[in-house]
């Protein structure tokens, strides 16, 4: 079951670049019976080694960007051990309580992100040849980029980078989620980026933050159990690169709203299992 659990997680990583990580907390505590703050760092030991090996097949075809995704994970690892230690206070039943609603927002954002023109998202906004960044308009509402394609890294556009990183960072620590959902549309709409480099740059990101949490929660004293974290990143692997081919031919707007309806049922689930409490 761990290696099936797997493979499911490595498709919708594959798929999506983020949010269908979202399956493997829920997948290894309600179907193979593991505590959940132990589930939590299974999780980010499996997605994290996934997305690794998935942000190297799409830096390989040059569809990352490496510059961009640092800056991201660097704040990401600055959250990390604060969502890891938010977790340490809260009981379980609370953490999944609190795990259900976090799916449920991811849920509406990937619908929404779905009804969207992607054209709208992943149109880039460059320089004219015939003048300077500072004869741009560098203060609106997201970054820029130059004639080359290339990001303009002003403050305002570090600033929603950093702090998008750190809530991704938190989410990260506390639930065992690679905070892919966050991180693949702020990068389309406040960096311009194509939802294709997106995803590659959100798996290097998602796999650092991931690291980042995993030496957290060892650090607090959480136990691992190594066999199933092997088994589930051995079914991720092939689940991955099925995702990845998926994703070259379907709808990426399709896609996004059956994942949408999928996270949202088993939200649903989580929290009639945890209504109790």
Same mark, same amino acid.
């Given at each position: 079951?761990?290696?099936?659990? /797997?493979?499911?997680?490595?498709?919708?990583?594959?798929?999506? %670049?983020?949010?269908?990580?979202?399956?493997?907390?829920?997948?290894?505590?309600?179907?193979?019976?593991?505590?959940?703050?132990?589930?939590?760092?299974?999780?980010?030991?499996?997605?994290?080694?996934?997305?690794?090996?998935?942000?190297?097949?799409?830096?390989?075809? %040059?569809?990352?960007?490496?510059?961009? /995704?640092?800056?991201? *994970?660097?704040?990401?690892?600055?959250?990390?051990?604060? %969502?890891?230690?938010?977790?340490?206070?809260? $009981?379980?039943?609370?953490? +999944?309580?609190?795990? *259900?609603?976090? +799916?449920?927002?991811?849920?509406?954002?990937?619908?929404?992100?779905?009804?969207?023109?992607? /054209?709208?998202?992943?149109?880039?906004? $460059?320089?004219?040849?015939?003048?300077?960044?500072?004869? @741009?308009?560098?203060? /609106?509402?997201?970054?820029?980029?130059?004639?080359?394609? !290339?990001?303009?890294?002003?403050?305002?556009?570090?600033?929603?980078?950093?702090?998008?990183?750190?809530?991704?960072?938190?989410?990260?620590?506390?639930?065992?989620?690679?905070?892919?959902?966050?991180?693949?549309?702020?990068?389309?709409?406040?960096?311009?980026?194509?939802?294709?480099?997106?995803?590659?740059?959100?798996?290097?990101? &998602?796999?650092?933050?991931?690291?980042?949490?995993? &030496?957290?929660?060892?650090?607090?004293?959480?136990?691992?159990?190594?066999?199933?974290? *092997?088994?589930?990143?051995?079914?991720?692997? $092939? %689940?991955?690169? #099925?995702?990845?081919?998926?994703?070259? @031919?379907?709808? #990426?707007?399709?896609?996004?709203?059956?994942? #949408?309806? *999928?996270?949202?049922?088993?939200?649903?689930?989580?929290?009639?299992? !945890? #209504?109790?409490?």
């Amino acid at each position: 079951m761990s290696i099936l659990f /797997g493979i499911i997680t490595g498709i919708s990583l594959g798929l999506t %670049g983020g949010g269908g990580a979202v399956f493997a907390v829920p997948m290894l505590v309600y179907g193979l019976g593991i505590p959940t703050r132990q589930a939590v760092l299974i999780s980010l030991v499996s997605v994290g080694t996934t997305a690794l090996l998935g942000f190297l097949q799409k830096w390989r075809r %040059g569809e990352a960007e490496l510059r961009t /995704g640092l800056l991201f *994970a660097a704040a990401g690892i600055l959250g990390a051990p604060l %969502g890891s230690w938010v977790a340490h206070q809260i $009981p379980d039943p609370l953490l +999944m309580l609190l795990f *259900a609603l976090l +799916m449920a927002v991811i849920a509406t954002v990937m619908w929404r992100k779905s009804s969207r023109s992607s /054209g709208q998202a992943a149109v880039c906004i $460059p320089l004219d040849h015939a003048v300077t960044a500072a004869d @741009y308009r560098l203060d /609106g509402p997201r970054c820029q980029r130059d004639a080359c394609g !290339n990001l303009i890294l002003t403050s305002r556009c570090a600033r929603l980078l950093l702090l998008t990183g750190v809530l991704a960072g938190i989410l990260s620590g506390m639930f065992g989620v690679g905070g892919g959902f966050i991180i693949v549309p702020a990068l389309m709409v406040f960096s311009s980026m194509s939802m294709s480099r997106a995803v590659g740059t959100s798996l290097m990101v &998602i796999s650092l933050v991931s690291a980042s949490g995993v &030496i957290s929660q060892l650090s607090a004293g959480q136990h691992l159990q190594w066999q199933t974290a *092997a088994l589930f990143v051995a079914g991720g692997l $092939p %689940g991955l690169s #099925a995702g990845q081919t998926a994703a070259r @031919y379907l709808s #990426a707007s399709t896609l996004q709203k059956v994942f #949408a309806v *999928a996270i949202l049922l088993v939200a649903m689930f989580v929290l009639a299992k !945890n #209504a109790a409490w």
